[in-house]
């Protein structure tokens, strides 16, 4: 992940690892243990492979969900920039995903 804002330069162009918890076409929600600080308007960089499609998006940091037990933090993303190809692709891994799925979500 990097970061967009200088005035958290001790973050900018550093790694993080995360777990996808949910994805749509408008973003995503990621759980770490690493505590970004919400406060700033953050952008990241996202690479992720999903569904066979490799992908490096953009995304704004928008809300934290602590949690109590346990020490990952869950963190909503909204995607910024996107290109017609990305959303084309990353809508289209969403649909696969959902059609072989189908059924097997509860």
């Known amino acids: 992940m990097e970061f967009g804002n200088s005035s958290i330069g001790k973050l900018k162009n550093r790694n993080f690892n995360g777990v996808i918890e949910d994805l749509s076409i408008g973003g995503l929600k990621f759980l770490t ?22 992908f490096d998006l953009k ?11 346990g020490k990952s933090i869950s963190y909503g993303v909204q995607f910024v920039d996107l ?23 509860g």
């Not at 700033?40 to 999903?50: A, R």
């Open 83 to 105: 290109s017609v190809k990305d959303i084309t692709r990353l809508n289209l891994a969403i649909h696969n995903f959902q059609v072989e799925n189908r059924g097997k979500i």
């Open 59 to 69: 995304g704004k940091i928008m809300r934290r969900e602590d949690y109590i037990k």
């Open 33 to 54: 243990s690493f505590e970004f600080p919400v406060k700033y308007n953050i952008i990241i960089k996202i690479n992720f492979t999903f569904y066979g499609e490799l």
